[in-house]
C-alpha cells in the first residue's frame, strides 16, 4: 500500500539528490520509504496511495492550527489575487512587525527574511557588528541552520574550537566557533576563558532539534550572566520554540531575556518566513540603519506575511491555545510512558507547551552526547516504522521532537495510545 510513494521516491531520486529538498525527510535514520504527501486535512496527511496519518510532525513545526486552517488559507488567497511580490514595502511586514514588537519587551525592531537559517546567520553578522569581536558560542546537538560557521562538530585538538561537520566548510569558516555542552555551565565558562574575542551565545533555550531537551533555566542564566559580564550578546534561537513552547516562545517559559531572538517556522505559518528582532539600539546597526549589510529579493514577502499575520492574531486572540495543546502533549507523553513501562520499555518523556519529545532510553539525557548514548535507535527505528503502518506519523529520528497542533482531538490521541500500545509489545 506504499506503491506510489515507492516508485514516486525512485523517479525523485532521478533528479534530485537522494530524492528530498532537505535531508532528513529521506528517512535514512529509521529506513523505508518517505510517504510522498498528497494534501493535508487538519490534523492529518494523506499520502498518494490514499493512506491516512495523524501527522505529529506538522511541517517540522510551522503549523500550529494545522492543515488548511480556513482563516490562513483565506488571507493567502486575498493577498495572491494582489500580486506575489513587488520588492517595495507594504503595509503586511510592519502589521507582522508590530504583532512582535507587542509582545516583548525586549524587541523595538524586527527584520523579515525567508527561512530560519537565513534568520540566524544574519542574527549573528548583526551580534559581531554590534561588539567588533568575532568568535560565538554554540553548543552541540543545536541547530541553527546550514550556514557555514554553524555546521561544526568537536574538534579533535583544542576542546572547545569546532571543526566543519560538513564537507564544503573551510576550517577557516568554523575556526570562530566555539563548540560547547549544552546544559554544561563549567564548559561555557571555559569558553569564555579561552577567547576574549565573544561576539555571542547562540542557543535553542528549548532545544528541539536532538530531541526535546530543554535548557535548565541555572545554565540559561548562566548565559546570560557571562554575556553580559563579557560584552557579548545573547541570541536566542527561536525558529522552533517562538509561538509554539509559549506566546512568548521560550521567553514565556524561562524568563531570561536575550539580546537578539530569532524566529521562523511559526511566524510563516508554512509559508517560508524568517526574522530576527532586537532593542532598537542594536537593530540600528542593521542596513539601511547602519553599516551592517543584510538584504533579501523575497524578504517580508506579501503572501508570507499574511499567513503569518493571521497566525499570530489568532493565537494572541486565543492565548489559552497553548494550555490546551500542553494538555493534548502530556496526554500523549504520558500516555506512551504508561504503555512503554507496562512493556517494561524505558521512554523517557517532556513537554514544552506544543512541542513534546520522548527517548528511548532509561535516563533522561540533558546533551547532545547523553542523547547518543542513553537512547536505543534502534527501538525507535522499529516503533516509527510500525506507527506509520498504523497511520501515525512521527518524526523520523530520535533526533527531532513533535508537535501538537490545535486539529488533534483527545480521541485522537487515543487512537494513537491504542496503537503504540500493540507495537510496544513487540518492541
Ligand atoms: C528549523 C530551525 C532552523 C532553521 O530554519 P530553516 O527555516 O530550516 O532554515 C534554525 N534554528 C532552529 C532552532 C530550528 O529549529
Not at 527531532?400 to 509489545?425: H, P, R
Request: contains cysteine; aromatic residues 8%.
Amino acid at each position: 500500500m506504499f506503491d506510489k510513494s515507492i516508485e514516486a521516491y525512485e523517479d525523485a531520486k532521478k533528479v534530485i539528490p537522494g530524492g528530498v529538498d532537505s535531508p532528513v525527510r529521506a528517512f535514512k535514520s529509521v529506513g523505508g520509504t518517505p510517504p510522498f504527501i498528497q494534501k493535508g486535512e487538519g490534523a492529518f496527511l494523506i499520502d498518494i496511495d490514499g493512506n491516512k496519518y495523524l501527522d505529529f510532525v506538522q511541517s517540522w513545526g510551522p503549523l500550529i492550527f494545522g492543515h488548511c486552517d480556513s482563516d490562513i488559507e483565506n488571507a493567502v488567497i486575498e493577498t495572491v489575487k494582489k500580486g506575489l511580490s513587488f520588492g517595495a514595502p507594504t503595509l503586511l511586514e510592519t502589521q507582522l512587525a508590530n504583532e512582535i514588537v507587542e509582545m516583548y519587551d525586549n524587541i523595538d525592531k524586527v527584520r523579515f527574511v525567508s527561512s530560519g537559517t537565513e534568520a540566524v546567520m544574519s542574527a549573528i553578522r548583526l551580534a559581531r557588528g554590534v561588539t567588533g569581536k568575532n568568535d560565538i558560542i554554540k553548543f552541540e546537538g543545536n541547530y541553527h541552520g546550514h550556514s557555514d560557521s554553524l555546521l561544526v562538530q568537536a574538534g579533535s585538538g583544542m576542546a572547545t574550537f569546532g571543526a566543519p561537520s560538513s564537507p564544503g566548510v573551510p576550517a577557516d569558516l568554523t575556526k570562530h566557533t566555539l563548540l560547547c555542552e549544552y546544559n554544561n555551565i563549567e564548559n561555557l565558562k571555559k569558553c569564555f576563558e579561552d577567547s576574549s574575542d565573544i561576539a555571542c551565545i547562540i542557543v535553542e533555550p528549548i532545544a528541539g532539534n536532538m530531541g526535546l531537551v530543554p535548557g535548565d533555566i541555572e545554565f540559561l542564566k548562566q548565559c546570560r550572566e557571562l554575556c553580559t559580564k563579557n560584552g557579548a550578546l545573547l541570541i536566542f534561537d527561536e525558529v522552533m520554540s517562538g509561538f509554539r513552547a509559549s506566546l512568548t516562545g521560550a521567553h514565556g517559559v524561562v524568563d531570561i531575556k536575550a539580546d537578539i531572538i530569532t524566529f521562523g517556522k511559526v511566524i510563516g505559518a508554512g509559508m517560508p518566513v524568517g526574522a530576527f528582532a532586537s532593542s532598537k539600539e542594536i537593530m540600528g546597526n542593521l542596513s539601511p540603519e547602519g553599516a551592517v549589510y543584510q538584504a533579501g529579493t523575497l524578504s517580508g514577502n506579501p503572501v508570507a506575511m499574511a499567513a503569518g499575520l493571521v497566525s499570530l492574531q489568532k493565537l494572541k486572540a486565543n492565548p489559552s491555545i497553548y494550555d490546551e495543546l500542553n494538555k493534548k502533549a502530556l496526554k500523549l507523553v504520558n500516555g506512551l510512558k504508561d504503555v512503554a513501562t507496562a512493556n517494561n520499555i524505558g521512554l523517557q518523556v517532556d513537554t514544552r507547551g506544543s512541542m513534546f519529545g520522548f527517548f528511548f532510553a532509561d535516563k533522561q539525557p540533558k546533551n547532545f552526547k547523553e542523547v547518543s548514548e542513553f537512547c536505543n535507535f534502534e527501538r525507535f527505528a522499529k516503533f516509527h516504522h510500525e506507527m506509520i503502518k498504523k497511520g501515525f506519523y512521527f518524526a523520523c529520528s530520535q533526533y527531532e521532537a513533535g508537535f501538537i497542533c490545535a486539529a488533534i482531538t483527545e480521541e485522537m490521541i487515543d487512537e494513537c495510545l491504542a496503537a503504540a500500545n500493540e507495537v510496544m509489545k513487540s518492541l
